[in-house]
């Protein structure tokens, strides 16, 4: 399973621009800013059509973002373009060129697991120096309602929960039976 998707599985990095200043925190009069690494986290291609392949991660992931990197399996960074986003459901969709796209994952039926049903995560925990990290647990409920805060306001959120481990960084990499 790991050999078949991990082509699939990207890093999604969050760039946004920062001010420059001197080492005393003073910015300068100029209007200089440079894109630096806002946050991190993970993806996974589930769509090649025409030029385009398509990249699922979470909102939070991306959000802000004034332009976003997705790092591929080989290695390689390539920009991508955001397509849509929902922060209620936490969910995104990025474009990249389909040139970069070797392999795309299916994508499941959540409706279809089992609790107790074997499943693994595959991510970058903790930022890309640990990418493509596996961990293997169980589904240990289906239909979890649990409320989250997001940036369009309060939100009940239908989850699967498991006991695979998943660290900041993993998000919005899948979970795989």
């Keep these: 399973i790991v050999d078949s998707v991990a082509p699939a599985i990207v890093g999604i990095t ?7 200043g001197d080492i005393f925190g003073n910015f300068s009069q100029r209007s200089d800013s440079e894109s ?7 993806g996974v291609i589930f769509k090649k ?14 959000e802000g973002a004034e332009s976003i990197q ?5 290695g390689d960074k390539v920009e991508a373009e955001l397509v849509g986003a929902d922060a209620l459901t936490d969910i ?4 990249i060129d389909a040139k ?3 392999v795309v994952a299916d994508v499941g039926d959540s409706a279809a697991l089992r609790t107790g049903e074997d499943v693994i995560a595959i991510g970058n925990p903790l930022g890309e120096e640990f990418t493509r990290t596996v961990t293997q647990g169980i589904i240990s409920g289906v239909d979890r309602t649990i409320d ?9 959120l239908n989850v699967i929960q ?11 990499g899948p979970l795989i039976n």
Excluded: C, M, R
């Design 92 to 95: 995104a969709v990025l474009k």
């Design 148 to 156: 989250v805060t997001t940036s369009d306001g309060n939100w009940a």
């Design 14 to 20: 969050n760039l946004q621009s920062q001010n420059s």
């Design 70 to 74: 997705v790092t591929l399996f080989n």
């Design 49 to 62: 059509e025409g030029n385009a392949g398509y990249v699922l991660t979470n909102n939070h992931v991306i």
């Design 36 to 42: 630096v690494e806002s946050g991190t986290g993970s």
């Design 100 to 102: 970069h796209v070797t």
């Design 162 to 172: 498991t006991d695979a481990a998943i660290n900041p960084g993993n998000s919005g």
